[in-house]
């Protein structure tokens, strides 16, 4: 089974400041990947970053970092150098092999 | 490259219409994915196909069915439209452990 927690339905950041997003997860197969998605206004959703549960070394892709933890369970998402671009839904997401799903969402407001 | 094209992108139906959903993805993905989209309530999976010939369900079946006509196309069909079934809804494939690729998605309205 996988479940997905995202507690945060909504978070505030100042433009050019730092904010970390959360998720907490639960899966029972043994190869997955994780991912967090963005979804802006259009609705199209954008992958933001990657990461190999089986890697150690936490994934960066730009001023996008992930916090991976694995016996906790836990897939924190950080934005370092916050643009009003960034203002959108956040999704995160245990891939396993099979069942793909998503937590409830976490809403990013920018605030310039 | 068009990757994972979704029709009708916008749909208003009839309670107790049917319909069906078309996916069709031209990346050689073998799993195949359908979501739907409600405020506060993220994305929440359907239906998904693990390889074509196979179908599982996902969180919240109860109302659709789903067809894996090939490897390339996955449709979604609601059998008696009900206004709970107003939602956005997403197609998505993915290879292996290997993020999803996003249909557009459909806005379906049932009144």
């Known amino acids: 089974a996988q479940t997905v927690t995202q507690s945060q339905p909504e978070m505030s950041v100042q433009e050019a400041e730092t904010v970390t997003l959360s998720c907490t997860y639960d899966?029972?197969?043994?190869?997955?990947?994780l991912f967090w998605y963005k979804q802006p206004p259009s609705r199209q959703m954008i992958l933001v970053i990657r990461q190999e549960a089986y890697k150690q070394q936490n994934a960066t892709e730009n001023r996008f970092s992930v916090n991976f933890q694995k016996a906790a369970k836990s897939f924190s998402l950080k934005i370092s150098d916050s643009q009003l671009g960034d203002a959108a839904m956040y999704f995160c997401s245990p891939g396993g092999t099979y069942k793909y799903i998503f937590g409830t969402g976490t809403r990013l407001k920018v605030l310039a | 490259n068009a990757g994972v094209t979704q029709t009708p992108k916008f749909q208003v139906l009839k309670t107790g219409q049917s319909m069906t959903l078309q996916c069709a993805q031209d990346?050689?993905?073998?799993?195949m994915y359908w979501y739907r989209q409600d405020p506060g309530m993220g994305l929440r999976l359907i239906y998904y196909s693990a390889s074509e010939g196979t179908t599982d369900k996902g969180e919240v079946p109860n109302g659709y069915n789903v067809s894996r006509l090939n490897k390339r196309e996955f449709s979604l069909r609601l059998e008696s439209a009900a206004p709970s079934q107003t939602s956005v809804y997403f197609c998505?494939?993915?290879?292996?452990?290997?993020?999803?690729?996003f249909g557009q998605g459909t806005r379906l309205t049932v009144v």
């Open positions: 899966t029972s197969e043994s190869d997955y990947y």
């Open positions: 998505a494939s993915r290879e292996g452990l290997t993020e999803a690729f």
């Open positions: 990346m050689n993905h073998n799993s």
